[in-house]
């Protein structure tokens, strides 16, 4: 049984359909039409609030303090101007690799940042983030 183009010859059908073609080409436009924008604008990120249970702090481990006056305190001395300095020469530091950093909330995100930074030269693979924590419902 062949296929007839209408022709009086009656040989087989030579012409392609591009309809099946013409409809995916048509949703592969949408779906990029519908994209692009999502890849070319900025990230937006809206951070949430914060729930979690209450983070035990070891044996008195190394604390990293940041006020919201940007003051940076290790432990008990102001280390602000040389933070870097301090977490290098510092031989707890070195030995155990741990460090946790206490932030105020009202606190510049560069100067977290710094410090985060300062723990990383320091040699610090175990960093911990310390957050006052709602209470969680149940």
């Not at 994209?35 to 979690?52: F, R, W």
């Not at 707890?92 to 990383?120: C, F, N, S, T």
């Amino acid at each position: 049984m062949a296929l007839s183009t209408g022709k009086r010859g009656g040989g087989a059908m030579r012409d392609i359909n591009v309809t099946p073609m013409v409809d995916v080409m048509l949703v592969l436009l949408i779906v990029f039409m519908v994209a692009a924008p999502l890849l070319t604008s900025g990230l937006h990120i809206d951070l949430p609030e914060v729930q979690a249970t209450n983070t035990p702090v070891k044996d008195a481990k190394l604390i990293v303090s940041i006020t919201k006056e940007e003051k940076i305190l290790f432990g008990e001395d102001d280390v602000t101007a040389d933070i870097e300095k301090a977490l290098l020469q510092n031989p707890r530091v070195q030995r155990e690799h741990e460090l946790y950093i206490r932030a105020d909330k009202d606190a510049r995100y560069g100067v977290v940042a710094r410090a985060v930074a300062a723990a990383r030269v320091a040699g610090v693979t175990s960093l911990n983030l310390l957050v006052d924590p709602e209470e969680l419902k149940p």
